[in-house]
């Protein structure tokens, strides 16, 4: 299976300088606050891609700046974070990508620090429940778009809980990712964030 299929999890965050109306100011900030009071969160996650292909796994996030991707069974394939760099690892090819968690669209989510108003914007959903936010640069159309899916839930932290986002990337190439079961602030161990080398002779752990 090729990594390719997960570049718009690893394209650069797209962001926008955006001039919000009071409404958008107040709901970006629920959002904020929400971001900011989420030290872990586990999740299972489905994801799709513009072929329709699908696959689904595990999804574990703790900050700053860390975040795996465990995927299904018999899939070669692991997203991780470390805090320091996004990791994609092809198991199968024995393929190691990585990136600087600031130039990754999960870096909103990584980074507690980073303030999401200046940035984001958000996007009408015609259901007063969700809150769809909207990150792009006009100027750097390489970056593509990432836009992050939240419903109003009063036993979330803030009020919101992330239900997923969609990444597209300059090639129209579009993932998916739905989140379920989420868990947040639940204990995380560190060596969740470990993994194996694959270039490394007899490499073969997840």
Do not use: C
């Not at 109306?21 to 989420?38: E, Y």
């Not at 300059?170 to 947040?184: E, K, M, P, V, Y």
Request: charged share 25%; hydrophobic share 40%.
């Amino acid at each position: 299976m090729n990594i390719r299929i997960l570049s718009a999890l690893a394209a650069p965050m797209a962001i926008v300088a955006a001039q919000p109306a009071t409404a958008q100011t107040t709901d970006i900030a629920r959002v904020q606050q929400h971001l900011r009071a989420l030290d872990s969160m586990v999740a299972d996650f489905s994801q799709t891609d513009r072929q329709g292909r699908v696959l689904t796994g595990t999804m574990t996030l703790k900050r700053p700046g860390r975040i795996r991707f465990q995927y299904e069974e018999g899939v070669p394939l692991l997203i991780v974070s470390d805090g320091r760099a996004l990791t994609l690892i092809d198991y199968q090819v024995k393929q190691v990508q990585r990136w600087p968690i600031g130039n990754s669209p999960l870096s909103v989510l990584l980074d507690p620090s980073r303030d999401i108003t200046r940035y984001a914007r958000l996007r009408p959903t015609g259901d007063p429940r969700i809150l769809s936010v909207e990150a792009r640069d006009p100027r750097r159309p390489e970056y593509g778009v990432i836009t992050l899916a939240f419903l109003r839930d009063a036993s979330a932290p803030a009020g919101l809980r992330l239900q997923g986002w969609v990444a597209l990337d300059s090639q129209g190439n579009r993932t998916t990712i739905r989140l379920s079961n989420q868990r947040f602030n639940v204990p995380v161990a560190d060596s969740a964030f470990r993994w194996t080398d694959p270039r490394r002779t007899g490499a073969n752990q997840r």
